[in-house]
């Protein structure tokens, strides 16, 4: 349902917040690259049908788990300072209808703002909409815009301007990253305005997740003037809380305090200066060298090693970036459910954590629904390792020696090491069969691309804000992206049942039916859910936070 697999955050946050695949998703329709998100991602995304409210203010980590800073100023903030960040530079242009890049999506957001933002725990929280609430059971949406709020120019920000933003995603000459997102939900000529303050989204059919969709978990969905011609940092018009003064796509970029933010009193900053740094290394060296104060995209197993050292605070948060190792329902020896359980038993999963996430990701359970997705069934057994259990079902499926080939591309790599040696430890031999990511995500998408037609693989998903846009593509019968080729009746219909449920206690009936269906059958083993930090300099500022998507929200920030 969103761009692609690969255009959210995977385990290195460096590319975007898509879909499955990374840089070559960005060729295919629809698709875009892994940089968090995630949207990446993905992307962006569960369970609002009532008027929602709520504060702009951070919660604690998702999972219950400590973070290790607060992530809004305690006391009296301080204001002015300016906030030095490193990034990678944008690999394409800074374009909010078309940028897919962690980079760009950060510039964005210091500029721009959205409906509805998603916080580090998934919660929607109201920004330039004040309210949202169904009608025709979930056919319709209704959104009610924040009064006052102005663009940074002076224009004030009313419902044309929403639905200029929408409907210039939706047109395909546009070539919007966020497209795909809408796909079967909502269409060209679904969105209409009911006076200046009012904006109305005709759906396909009912989705009651509807409004993560155009939230901050599709991260395209940035509200624009309705003149907005793409040439953002050009004319870089938006609600945020920046103003976006110098743009220089090898240097960096120079923000001021944006007088006419619409929140009183923020953002506390007087500004925020992002230098680009060629590679994850001289990033890391400028943070340990003080020559900046913050990272917009950390990777765990860099600045891990930094907790506590020299005053750096390195967040974490749980995140809904996967990647699937995919086995084919209709080809031997996988077409046996036993020998797809055998390999689901056989992996140690909290081993895969700390050796490919550094620990930080959350343990999955062969099913679509992160813990951070409200609906997540809380009540299917966490799945372990169990070599008894693993040679019991290979018996039973008739399998005397279990070898077979595992397909992917370089991201994936140290994953697909892991598999192999944990694999080997219970007698199953495993061929890796690197790819190009050209190769990997080449081919006739329809035929024979090897991300979706081989034996057994590895792809990485970015981030989603809802759970249908796995479930939908990946899993559901003829799903766009389904490799394994699963085809479940029981599925499908829960699935279409789970997205029109018009409250919580039937949503999360029909997630049990889906998950438990997923974690039995296992067309997907989904060993860990990723997780995202953000270093940054506690002893010169508080309120930097790590997110999911690896969005950036500096509102908040303030010197210490």
Same mark, same amino acid.
């Given at each position: 349902?969103?761009? /692609?697999?690969?255009?959210? $955050? +995977?385990?290195? =946050?460096? &590319?975007? !917040? %898509?879909? *499955? ?5 960005? #060729? ?32 604690? /980590?998702?999972?219950?788990? $400590? +973070?290790?800073? =607060?992530? &809004?100023? !305690? %006391?009296? *903030? ?5 906030? #030095? ?48 609430? *169904? ?426």
């Amino acid at each position: 349902m969103q761009e /692609s697999p690969h255009s959210a $955050p +995977r385990s290195t =946050p460096r &590319s975007t !917040p %898509g879909g *499955p695949g990374g840089e070559v998703l960005s #060729r295919l329709p629809g698709l875009s690259r892994r940089v968090f998100l995630g949207a990446a991602g993905g992307a962006a995304l569960t369970g609002l049908l009532a008027a929602c409210a709520g504060d702009t203010g951070d919660t604690a /980590s998702a999972g219950g788990g $400590p +973070r290790t800073a =607060p992530a &809004s100023p !305690p %006391g009296t *903030p301080k204001t002015g300072g300016v906030l #030095r960040a490193g990034s990678p530079p944008p690999p394409t242009a800074v374009d909010p209808v078309t940028m897919y890049d962690g980079s760009a999506i950060a510039i964005v957001q210091l500029v721009a703002d959205y409906l509805i933002w998603l916080d580090r725990d998934f919660k929607l929280v109201p920004r330039l909409a004040e309210k949202w609430e *169904p009608e025709e059971g979930g056919r319709r949406w209704v959104f009610s815009l924040r009064e006052g709020v102005t663009f940074s120019d002076g224009t004030p920000l009313d419902a044309k301007a929403v639905k200029a933003t929408f409907d210039r995603l939706l047109d395909p000459k546009s070539k919007s990253a966020a497209a795909a997102a809408f796909d079967s939900v909502l269409a060209e000529g679904g969105i209409g305005v009911r006076g200046d303050s009012t904006v109305v989204f005709t759906l396909e059919r009912a989705f009651s997740d509807f409004p993560y969709l155009v939230s901050a978990g599709n991260y395209n969905a940035v509200i624009l003037k309705a003149d907005y011609a793409g040439d953002f940092t050009a004319k870089p018009v938006g609600t945020g809380p920046f103003l976006l003064e110098s743009y220089d796509a090898s240097s960096g970029a120079v923000f001021k305090r944006n007088p006419k933010y619409w929140e009183p009193g923020k953002p506390y900053l007087d500004g925020v200066r992002i230098t680009f740094y060629a590679d994850d290394q001289a990033d890391l060296l400028a943070l340990q060298s003080g020559e900046i104060d913050a990272q917009i995209l950390s990777r765990p197993a860099l600045v891990g090693p930094l907790k506590g050292l020299g005053g750096t605070v390195v967040d974490q948060v749980q995140g809904t970036g996967l990647t699937a190792f995919t086995l084919r329902v209709d080809q031997a020896p996988f077409d046996k459910k036993e020998v797809r359980q055998a390999i689901a038993y056989a992996l140690d999963r909290p081993g895969v954590n700390a050796g490919v996430y550094d620990g930080i990701g959350a343990l999955g359970n062969d099913h679509l629904f992160a813990a951070l997705f409200p609906a997540a069934p809380p009540d299917v057994p966490q799945r372990a390792k169990d070599p008894a259990k693993v040679a019991s079902l290979l018996a039973a499926a008739g399998v005397e020696k279990l070898s077979f080939a595992l397909t992917y591309d370089p991201p994936s790599k140290d994953y697909a090491l892991t598999v192999q040696d944990q694999l080997k430890q219970v007698g199953i031999e495993v061929e890796l069969d690197q790819r190009t990511s050209g190769d990997f995500y080449g081919g006739d998408q329809e035929k024979d691309t090897p991300w979706l037609f081989t034996q057994a693989n590895l792809v990485g998903w970015a981030g989603r804000a809802v759970p249908s846009q796995f479930i939908i593509p990946m899993v559901k019968s003829g799903g766009v992206w389904n490799g394994s080729k699963y085809a479940n009746p029981a599925l499908d219909a829960a699935t279409d049942a789970y997205d029109s449920a018009a409250t919580d206690e039937e949503r999360g009936t029909q997630a049990a039916i889906i998950a438990k269906a997923l974690h039995e059958d296992v067309p997907v083993i989904i060993a860990v859910w990723s997780g995202t930090v953000r270093a940054y300099a506690g002893e010169r500022f508080t309120g930097v936070a790590a997110h999911p998507s690896s969005y950036v929200d500096f509102s908040s920030v303030s010197r210490l």
